[in-house]
């Protein structure tokens, strides 16, 4: 039924959302005690200032399989999805918004789209719950990102997301490249897919993003291209477009050179005086800005074949359920970065005896096993989209 996924992992960004926590997780545990999927949900509070994480520490008291990180301001999200991926011991890892506005029950959708083979499944909220000034800046953006990066998403924002254990380990997240998962992991090689979502209306809070988020993904957007065209080989960009203002500049230098030996040998040609000419001063401006970025060229070479990771985006300041005993492991603490450093290796995911990452069993919302014999063929999605009815309304 659920194929070679029998684990998942919820990482579930929050922010000034105490009125949908609970919710949010009831709705979960119904649709995947219906899918008799074992699954953790692992919250990080991205600096919330009302009571989402008081809200999210009682969770943890009552739910084994709960827990939760919170940051000692806000880092975004980017940094939240980082601190949770760092954690996941699901075969299969959820992302989804806190506002409830994403239904758990199509958690069975992105299940059977990465059984057909896809790494990573993207939500598409066909018909959205929101205003105009977000919903058409948001086409804008997507067919952007389609063109220029050959992912072809109708929804790039969707927060609702699935992947396949390995791709979390394997993707990098720092600043504003959230928006930008399934790009950076096609261009690791990782297989990219979309299901349709149902998207409901915020019915607390309000949204966290303004009118800038457009200008920021555009910028992002840029960056993103760079990174995943000439991120390994910065030569092949900067130093072509050193080659380009070089040759230019030398080309037209050689002209500007002709030209004044042909003043002095012939009466019909007009001598030329070349430091009074703008075109002789435009020649050395373009050879040397070649040469410099082409030298630059170099130097990023050199700095990408001898960097490493950068250190954690973020800062925890404490953990609850039953993370809490584990937070001397926290990659952002001084002790742990010494730590790693003697062994010369980052902290790992638990692992089981099976080699696969593997969260506490402790950790884990466990289900009844069925037999083959008393397994159901297939899962009714009619009935699961009664069981949100009582936490969101259409």
């Known amino acids: 039924m659920n194929g070679p996924f029998e684990t998942a992992t919820f990482v579930i960004p929050t922010m000034d959302e105490q009125d949908t926590v609970a919710t949010l997780v009831e709705q979960i545990d119904q649709t995947c005690q219906a899918m008799h999927l074992r699954h953790e949900i692992l919250f990080v509070d991205d600096g919330s200032t009302d009571e989402t994480w008081q809200r999210i520490s009682e969770l943890c008291q009552r739910h ?12 975004g999200k980017a940094a939240a999805l980082s601190a949770g991926f760092a954690r996941a011991g699901g075969d299969v890892v959820f992302t989804m918004d806190a506002d409830l506005q994403d239904d758990p029950v199509e958690i069975p959708k992105f299940i059977e789209k990465l059984n057909e083979g896809h790494d990573v499944v993207s939500g598409w909220k066909q018909k959205r719950k929101d205003a105009l000034d977000k919903t058409l800046p948001s086409k804008v953006f997507n067919w952007m990102v389609s063109k220029m990066t050959g992912v072809k998403l109708n929804d790039h924002n969707c927060g609702f997301k699935a992947y396949r254990q390995g791709v979390v380990k394997d993707v990098v997240l720092y600043g504003e490249r959230h928006r930008f998962v399934p790009v950076l992991a096609a261009a690791r090689g990782w297989r990219v897919g979309e299901v349709p979502v149902v998207h409901h209306a915020r019915q607390f809070g309000q949204s966290k993003y303004g009118v800038s988020r457009l200008a920021k993904g555009f910028l992002d957007l840029i960056s993103i291209f760079f990174l995943t065209t000439f991120g390994k080989r910065p030569l092949h960009f900067v130093g072509a477009m050193g080659m380009l203002f070089f040759f230019s500049g030398g080309l037209l230098m050689g002209w500007l050179t002709l030209r004044k030996i042909a003043g002095a040998v012939f009466e019909s040609v007009s001598p030329l005086i070349l430091h009074e000419s703008a075109q002789f001063y435009y020649c050395i401006t373009a050879i040397l800005l070649g040469a410099q970025m082409f030298l630059a060229g170099l130097i990023a070479e050199l700095i990408v074949s001898l960097s490493e990771q950068s250190r954690t985006p973020y800062s925890i300041l404490e953990f609850a359920g039953t993370m809490a005993g584990d937070q001397h492991d926290d990659p952002s603490s001084s002790d742990n970065d010494d730590r790693d450093d003697q062994n010369g290796q980052a902290p790992s995911a638990p692992v089981g005896q099976d080699g696969s990452p593997q969260a506490a069993q402790s950790g884990w919302e466990t289900h009844q096993d ?22 969101v309304s259409e």
């Open 370 to 391: 069925v037999s083959a014999d008393d397994e159901p063929e297939d899962i009714n999605l009619e009935s699961l989209s009664m069981l949100s009815s009582s936490g």
């Open 64 to 75: 084994d399989h709960v827990q939760g990180i919170r940051f000692r301001r806000n880092f």
